[in-house]
């Protein structure tokens, strides 16, 4: 299994790794994920631990006591009898009970609250993948515009160097100035010395995928993505925008708010305890048996207003965290429009590149006949072989930000990608 496992990563090392499998080894493997997952387990023993303590607590006592006179081994009572057993040096082993009975409902608010707690705990895990992804989608996009530029580069570059070769061999026979050469070399060292710009800025970007995807496998490639694999944008649903984790998320929270205030409530009614206790005391040679039971009652009759001030708060607290939950859908809704408008906007500069490259690549061999029959400098020529480049380069990376923009209003309604 391992050796399938590494021949798996070393096909990817070679060929390369797609924006599904970037996705499916972040979901896997990422740091951020993990210690997400552990907030979720966490919270599930949270909620445990509450549901627990409802069942009381149950101990264990142990104590000797050296006095200065002797003790009886267990409080008297009448009739008292003779020869009571008594001494300096008392044992006393037993084991105690309690249980709240009644708290006004405080305890099952506190159970709500810890179930709320972890599901929110499993919405923010939902939360963190999302954001990921987002991440990775800017990255991987990055990554494409910057490894189509490099191929564009390197074709240029490479047009650049076959001229430099004909331009220095015309200039032997007389039919180019030096300063052509030099204007030629010019362009081709700025071309190098851009492709070298290129793939530092490449590394950069594959090194932060691998370090979210958590693997020490080199990546090389990025595979590319077609524009007709990628969905259209589906209409704005309200009922799909309400099922989103940050709009699920803020209602949790306004729950939870609410079921704080109930327990803050809930401190104006009495509270009831029961307490058991047995023990067994040893002394002088003898043992005498204590066993006791209570009932607890304790209301709080007047708190110079402290309770008041409690339950106020919770009750503005909750009125915020309502508040703060409509924001958010607001904020949530203003961010869908907002991407429709970029990817309408990023389809339109798309378009507009392919169509300016086109221009670009005519007018181009146009100025090369011209160069070819010397009606033009080789200045002019390349004025306009590297605006024909970088229209070449512009489609790229106009096509690689419309698909970031779709993925992105996608990733705002958590739909598959």
């Known amino acids: 299994m391992r050796f399938l496992v590494a021949l798996c990563f070393s096909y990817m090392a070679i060929w390369g790794i797609s924006i599904e499998d970037v996705f499916l080894h972040v979901e896997k493997n990422n740091l951020s994920l993990q210690a997400s997952s552990l907030n979720q387990e966490k919270a599930i023993l949270k909620t445990q631990q509450v549901q627990n303590s409802h069942f009381g607590t149950l101990a264990l006592n142990g104590n000797y006591t050296h006095y200065n006179d002797d003790r009886t081994l267990a409080p008297m009572t009448p009739p008292i009898a003779p020869n009571i057993p008594t001494d300096d040096r008392i044992l006393s082993l037993g ?48 990554g494409l515009k910057l490894q189509q530029n490099k191929t564009l580069q390197i074709e240029h570059l490479d047009a650049l160097k076959k001229l430099e070769t004909i331009i220095k061999e015309e200039e032997k026979i007389g039919k180019r100035a030096q300063v052509e050469v030099i204007q030629i070399e010019t362009e081709r060292m700025r071309a190098s010395a851009g492709l070298a710009q290129i793939d530092g800025e490449l590394s950069n970007v594959l090194l932060t995928i691998e370090r979210l995807m958590n693997t020490k496998t080199k990546i090389n490639f990025l595979d590319p993505i077609a524009m007709e694999d990628v969905k259209t944008l589906p209409s704005i649903i309200d009922s799909e925008v309400e099922q989103t984790s940050p709009i699920q998320m803020a209602k949790m929270q306004i729950s939870q708010a609410q079921r704080a205030y109930n327990k803050t409530k809930s401190s104006n009614l009495p509270k009831v305890t029961f307490e058991t206790l047995y023990s067994r005391n040893y002394g002088d040679g003898e043992h005498e048996d204590i066993y006791q039971a209570s009932l607890g009652f304790q209301w709080i009759a007047f708190d110079f207003g402290v309770r ?66 010397g009606v033009i400098t080789m200045q002019s020529y390349l004025l306009q072989n590297v605006a024909s480049h970088r229209a070449r380069v512009n489609v790229q990376s106009a096509k690689y930000t419309l698909l970031e923009s779709i993925y992105h209003y996608l990733i705002l309604l958590e739909k598959p990608l």
């Open 308 to 373: 008041n001030k409690q339950i106020e708060q919770a009750r503005l607290e909750h009125l915020k965290t309502t508040i703060e939950a409509q924001n958010q859908k607001e904020l949530l809704l203003t961010s869908l429009a907002q991407a429709q408008n970029s990817t309408q906007k990023a389809q339109e500069s798309y378009n507009l590149a392919i169509q300016e490259a086109k221009l670009a690549k005519v007018v181009e061999s146009i100025e090369y006949e011209k160069l070819k029959e």
């Open 95 to 142: 084991a105690s009970y309690r249980v709240v009975l009644f708290d006004g409902f405080g305890m099952r608010q506190d159970v709500e609250i810890a179930k709320l707690g972890s599901a929110m705990a499993a919405l923010q895990y939902n939360q963190t993948i999302w954001s990921l992804k987002r991440n990775v989608v800017s990255l991987y996009m990055a």
